[in-house]
């Protein structure tokens, strides 16, 4: 089954953009990612993809591979895929930002059958301060029970400490890859001390053959009930311009089993990196 994304149903969307509010900056990574659902319905999967991705976009299919390479190998498919973005977060510097929600992928236009999943991208502007998608994972479920409730989520304010030296980017995310680190880490021990100390309330849980999980207690609560412990191994990370989000991923075993992993990190008051969302995805057997 593949996964999603977006054209210029605005050609704009694709093109340089003019400074914008707070408010606004959220609402337009949101129309990035409705346009590129858009894009899909016109030209299909693979030329979606292909539209929107760089040399080093990744896709999760089941592990981290080049975007272009994947797709550049697949056949066109007549299979539609519609996504619909319920929670979604931006960068102060309006170059970084990702959006999550359930997809519907049906292997036609005229097909009864219908797949259901959560989908997760990662955006992130180019040179030319173009969108393209940074990362795209998702995981299969059944046909949802439960509605999200939107959550899209604007920078409180637009100011930040420009940085562009490569040492003190390189710095600023390690110390994000650190933080991946002590959290691997305190799991090996403890699940639940590591999910107390590093979610937040609002945190959410995308998980193979589960609905989104929305919340720490209830998060927990699954780890918990289901007698599950990850062990996880950090790889990769990458942060925004302004520095207060960024994203890591890895591998991970649980119960034997392996997986892929992708935390998206937020700072907190007091330079605390939380995770506001994990995804696994089951790597290849």
Same mark, same amino acid.
């Given at each position: 089954m593949k996964l999603f994304f977006t054209l210029a149903f605005s050609m704009c969307m694709w093109m340089p953009a003019f400074a914008q509010t707070a408010t606004e900056q959220v609402s337009k990574l949101i129309e990035v990612q409705r346009g590129f659902n858009k894009l899909i319905q016109e030209k299909?999967?693979?030329?979606a993809y292909l539209y929107v991705t760089d040399e080093s976009s990744i896709v999760f299919r089941p592990g981290p591979v080049s975007s272009k390479a994947y797709y550049? *190998? *697949?056949?066109?498919? %007549?299979?539609? /895929? %519609? /996504?619909?973005?319920?929670?979604?977060? $931006?960068?102060?510097?309006?170059?970084?930002?990702?959006?999550?929600?359930?997809?519907?992928?049906?292997?036609?236009?005229?097909? %009864?059958? %219908?797949?259901?999943?959560?989908?997760?991208?990662?955006?992130?502007?180019?040179?030319?301060?173009?969108?393209?998608?940074?990362?795209?994972?998702? $995981?299969?479920h059944k046909k949802p029970v439960r509605q999200l409730k939107e959550s899209f989520i604007s920078p409180v304010s637009t100011k930040y400490l420009h940085q562009r030296s490569e040492s003190r980017l390189k710095q600023r995310e390690d110390i994000v890859m650190s933080s991946? $680190? /002590?959290?691997?880490? $305190?799991?090996?021990?403890?699940?639940?001390?590591a999910q107390n100390e590093f979610l937040t309330d609002d945190s959410w849980l995308i998980f193979p053959d589960n609905e989104p999980i929305v919340g720490k207690k209830e998060i927990m609560a699954f780890w918990k009930n289901n007698s599950l412990k990850a062990i996880t191994k950090p790889e990769k990370v990458d942060r925004s311009l302004s520095g207060e989000i960024a994203y890591t991923y890895g591998t991970a075993s649980i119960l034997a089993k392996q997986y892929n992993y992708v935390r998206i990190w937020e700072v907190q008051p007091g330079y605390k990196w939380s995770v506001i969302l994990e995804l696994f995805t089951v790597a290849e057997q």
């Open positions: 299909g999967i693979k030329k550049k *190998q *697949q056949p066109d498919s %007549e299979g539609t /895929l %519609e /996504l619909s973005p319920k929670y979604a977060r $931006i960068a102060k510097s309006n170059d970084w930002g990702f959006t999550s929600g359930p997809y519907v992928f049906k292997p036609s236009a005229d097909s %009864e059958a %219908e797949f259901y999943g959560t989908y997760v991208t990662i955006w992130k502007k180019n040179r030319r301060n173009a969108w393209r998608m940074a990362m795209d994972a998702g $995981i299969p991946d $680190i /002590l959290m691997s880490t $305190i799991m090996k021990a403890d699940n639940r001390v």
